[in-house]
């Protein structure tokens, strides 16, 4: 048995649908209502919190689409177990990396599946995959949480970035930079050009204490 994560959204006439597996791999699809739609290569598992990375980008991809005109819920966010097993990668001869499969089947069992599984928001359908995997999750209903801490509490510009990673959009460094950073809900990335590394919450709390050293050292005048 197989445990994923994912949505779809519609146009109206075209959907996406988009689905993270507990392996750490985000599978994409597109094609017309009715239609299983054509499978993309999935993007591999990176780093050392796959999962978390990936969920991250279904989270992006979400708001991403939304934004697009894809505003049709087809299926809001669903948690599912499918009988199925991943394919493992091609290995090509003397290419470094294995080469990732589209797998339209597993869109047809997540299309079957998620009627079934019980209704709800996204955030809903990532914590419970988040659960049944056995993976770290934050809590139940973040958004409600973070309405609830009176806002003099955190600095204006905190409180507005804690309100954009609570919506599942991500924060992100310039793109001028040569090493940059990603933040979202679930990870802090740090990377130059496509390479990069997810840091340990233990490690966050360093840098933010280091920064935050930093700034008080360097106070305007």
């Given amino acids: 048995m197989l445990t994923v994560v ?8 075209r959907h996406l649908t988009a689905v993270v597996t507990e392996s750490g791999r985000l599978h994409r699809a597109h094609g017309a209502y009715g239609a299983v739609g054509r499978a993309s290569r999935p993007d591999g598992p990176v780093g050392q919190n796959p999962v978390h990375r990936h969920v991250a980008r279904l989270r992006s991809l979400h708001a991403r689409y939304q934004g697009k005109g894809y505003s049709v819920e087809l299926v809001p ?32 069992a ?38 609830a801490t009176p806002a003099a509490v955190l600095p204006r510009r905190v409180a507005a970035l804690r309100r954009v990673l609570a919506g599942g959009s991500a924060i992100r460094s310039s793109p001028r930079l040569a090493v940059g950073y990603t933040v ?8 130059v050009g496509r390479a990069g590394e997810s840091l340990p919450r233990e490690d966050v709390v360093e840098l933010h204490a280091a920064l935050s050293a930093w700034l008080h050292l360097n106070a305007p005048e």
């Fill in 184 to 191: 979202t809900a679930d990870d802090v990335r740090l990377h």
């Fill in 77 to 108: 966010g669903a948690c599912v177990r499918l009988d199925l097993r991943e394919p493992a990668p091609v290995r090509v001869p003397g290419r470094l990396h294995d080469i990732e499969q589209p797998w339209p089947d597993l869109f047809r």
């Fill in 6 to 13: 994912g949505f779809r959204l519609g146009d109206g006439g």
């Fill in 110 to 147: 997540f299309a079957d599946a998620a009627p079934a599984a019980p209704r709800g928001s996204l955030e809903e359908a990532i914590h419970d995959f988040y659960t049944t995997i056995g993976a770290p999750a934050r809590p139940r209903h973040l958004d409600r949480l973070a309405r």
